[in-house]
């Protein structure tokens, strides 16, 4: 297992911008593909993004394309996801998540991923 500490969440407006990062510790990083899910009050957690184990390839949900990137740092054992032009319907609780995998296509359901972080709240306000 793979532990994961996510920071940058926070309140912002309607348009504005947040970059999250999530640190791993425990195993060797590179050998995980790396994703983020969120999930909002009464709603089941949702795949967001997600870059395989050297970043070749990327993935994100159709609300975020364009909006987001989600980018790797394999030196520094951590995966961001910039956030731009967030809109309110964007609040949850951000999650990062990793998978053991060394596929230039990772799975992107939330099963497949083994590893979880403890969440960060993003709050976008109108």
């Known amino acids: 297992q793979v532990q994961l500490v996510e920071s940058g969440g926070g309140l912002v407006q309607a348009g504005g911008s947040l970059r999250l990062a999530c640190a791993a510790s425990?195993?060797?990083?590179?050998?995980?593909?790396m994703g983020w899910f969120r999930q909002a009050p009464g709603n089941e957690r949702e795949f967001v993004a997600a870059?395989?184990?050297?970043?070749?390839?990327?993935y994100y949900e159709a609300s975020v394309k364009g909006r987001f990137t989600i980018s790797r740092d394999n030196a520094k054992n951590t995966v961001f996801l910039q956030m731009n032009s967030l809109k309110p319907e964007d609040t949850a609780v951000y999650y990062c998540?990793?998978?053991?995998?060394?596929?230039?296509?990772?799975?992107?359901?939330?099963?497949?991923?083994?590893?979880w972080g403890q969440g960060t709240q993003v709050t976008v306000s109108s």
């Open positions: 425990g195993r060797t990083f590179s050998l995980y593909a």
């Open positions: 870059i395989s184990w050297s970043g070749s390839n990327t």
């Open positions: 998540a990793a998978q053991y995998s060394i596929s230039a296509y990772p799975r992107t359901t939330e099963a497949d991923f083994g590893s």
